[in-house]
């Protein structure tokens, strides 16, 4: 079946240094999403990219989509605590329109 | 955006009794989903709850164990039956509000701990 894989599956930094995190699907997606979710907390929605080779930002955020649609990355500038957190890609997957498929999610912890 | 109200936020079972996990969302959608997410692990679909219909299960998930309803747009069950240990988990309800390829809304969770 299709598979959502993210490396690295933790990441520990200073405060200040940047952060990425990325993700692959093994066919193609219609969609990514990501996800953050804070110790404790549920996952809530950061963006979704759709079309190939897409990025978009978000203050300190950048989020890429592959041009193949299959590999995706969001990259943190500058961390700060309130970062911390469980970065979640989530696949759609171009077959169906019926499942979304979340990777295993990287574990960022910041370093004050 | 939709606001989910999930409870109960947490619960200490003994095995063999059944917990019913409740969804309320603050307006009808169409979409509704019941994740489990183990400690430190992804979140896993379990099934896909339909109104008016039988709930659609994912592989390595059976109506037995998991039965659902969907009595309208805006609320669902999930029951975990006949609980071991093993079940011991995060259960997540996640709406959709315009289809798949659009952000999902998860609630608040519901951290089971079976004893």
Redesign the interface.
Known sequence: GQQVMQIPQYQHVQEGEDFTTYCNSSTTLSNIQWYKQRPGGHPVFLIQLVKSGEVKKQKRLTFQFGEAKKNSSLHITATQTTDVGTYFCAGLRSTSYDKVIFGPGTSLSVIP | SAVISQKPSRDICQRGTSLTIQCQVDSQVTMMFWYRQQP??????IA?ANQGSEATY??GFVIDKFPISRPNLTFSTLTVSNMSPEDSSIY?CSVCLQ???????????TRLTVV
């Open positions: 430190g692990q992804s979140l896993t679909l896909t994912e592989s997540l289809g798949m390829n659009t952000e999902a809304f998860f609630g608040q969770g």
